[in-house]
């Protein structure tokens, strides 16, 4: 059974960066967010069995499966190659996913975070395209893809060697496009080329063009004055030929309202929106920035506990606003429940999990040298 791109939502929510109180992810907003999403027919609903460290899908089976009939959204989840050692740990997270979720089959499985080197090796060393093709037998999987962060080379191989894939996730945004380690616009014509459904994560690059330069804003602002910074961003992914359903990890209600009211009447760009993305495209990209997209994968296993993240969202705001009081401040708050930028002893954990092949570790001497030197 393929996938019916025509039956799919537009707009999907990634369940990444839900909204937190006291420590815990805040369920009473989750289910105001899901509850605007359903209303309007934005029914894609995206987590994965490490997101929130396990409790993004626990939350949904509250705020979503358990309060909605189950052929009214689409729910998706993926494996991780890095929790798996041996084939009997496919069916114990599979297993566990289902039941933190409360669902019986889900309508899309990915392999999560595909990319050169180990985790590719690890899915094919288990076999875990054969074995998610059987749950799709078993009719535990409605469709079955993989999200991938590699080389167009990598894209191309899996996709001859496993020719059942029915769509692929990839991170695209037009920051990225051109992006000599993410390659997004190579990835794209790849699967546009075999007609192979995509679904978009980060279009707003974990944040990063939600807000830009004000010089920059004001180009967009010229032509839509009423529209946020990010929804140029949305609507950028979801112009392009191809794309099945575009990700946000909406993170509280406005950010909900805002993409609503992008998607609810969808208006693709513009020839003169499409000049003005380019335009803001390059010369944004004359001030280099940190590519980090906040996923959050290099925290959970740091020894000294360090929010390599936030501390990469301020040295970016620093770079774009070197007398920015705010980002010194953000980081000396920061530090009452995170280690220093100069408390990393180089053990490069964070490096061999990062999607987008940050040098963490040089990243964080940097940091330190801004952040540290006169605290």
């Known amino acids: 059974m393929s996938v019916q791109t025509d039956k799919m939502p537009r707009l999907g929510f990634g369940l990444m960066r839900l909204p937190q109180k006291d420590g815990a992810i805040d369920h009473s907003q989750v289910c105001e967010m899901v509850d605007a999403c359903m209303a309007d027919g934005f029914n894609?609903?995206?987590t994965a069995y490490v997101y929130h460290s396990g409790n993004s899908e626990t939350e949904i089976r509250e705020a979503l499966v358990k309060?909605?009939?189950?052929?009214?959204?689409?729910?998706?989840?993926?494996?991780?190659?890095?929790?798996?050692?041996?084939p009997e740990d496919r069916d114990r997270i599979f297993n566990e996913q289902r039941q933190r979720c409360g669902v019986e089959y889900f309508d899309f499985y990915l392999l999560h975070s595909i990319e050169?080197?180990?985790?590719?090796?690890?899915?094919?060393?288990?076999d875990c395209f054969t074995w998610a093709l059987e749950k799709k037998a078993a009719g535990q999987i409605r469709h079955f893809g993989f999200?991938?962060?590699?080389?167009?080379?990598?894209?191309?191989?899996?996709?001859?060697?496993?020719?059942?894939?029915?769509?692929?996730?990839i991170q695209l945004n037009y920051a990225d496009w051109s992006n000599p380690v993410v390659r997004s616009g190579e990835l794209y014509e790849i699967l546009l080329k075999r007609n192979i459904?995509?679904?978009i994560m980060e279009p707003v690059k974990g944040g990063n063009l939600a807000s830009l330069k004000p010089e920059l804003e004001a180009i967009y602002k010229a032509l839509r004055p009423d529209a946020s910074i990010a929804s140029w961003a949305l609507r950028y992914a979801a112009s392009l030929p191809g794309i099945m359903t575009v990700?946000?990890?909406?993170?509280?209600?406005?950010?909900?309202?805002?993409?609503?009211?992008?998607?609810?009447?969808?208006?693709?760009?513009?020839?003169?929106?499409?000049g003005a993305v380019a335009e803001v495209t390059s010369a944004m990209l004359s001030t280099p920035l940190i590519g980090c997209t906040a996923c959050r994968y290099c925290t959970d296993g740091c020894p000294m506990h360090i929010s390599i993240p936030d501390i990469f969202r301020a040295i970016n705001t620093l770079r774009l606003y070197p007398n920015d009081w705010r980002s010194r401040n953000f980081y000396k708050n920061l530090l009452s429940?995170?280690?220093?930028?100069?408390?990393?002893?180089?053990?490069?954990?964070?490096?061999?999990?990062?999607?987008?092949?940050?040098?963490?570790i040089d990243l964080l001497k940097e940091a330190s040298g801004i952040l540290d030197k006169n605290d």
């Open 44 to 46: 894609y609903f995206d």
């Open 67 to 86: 309060r909605y009939p189950r052929e009214s959204f689409y729910l998706a989840t993926k494996l991780p190659a890095w929790s798996m050692h041996a």
């Open 116 to 126: 050169d080197g180990s985790n590719y090796e690890t899915y094919e060393k288990l």
């Open 147 to 169: 999200s991938f962060h590699g080389s167009p080379q990598l894209l191309e191989k899996l996709l001859d060697d496993h020719p059942q894939v029915e769509f692929v996730q």
């Open 197 to 199: 459904p995509m679904i």
């Open 247 to 274: 990700l946000s990890g909406m993170s509280n209600m406005d950010q909900v309202r805002d993409n609503l009211n992008t998607f609810r009447n969808f208006e693709p760009l513009s020839n003169a929106e499409k």
């Open 337 to 360: 429940t995170s280690g220093r930028a100069s408390d990393c002893i180089a053990c490069g954990q964070c490096e061999g999990v990062c999607p987008q092949h940050l040098h963490i």
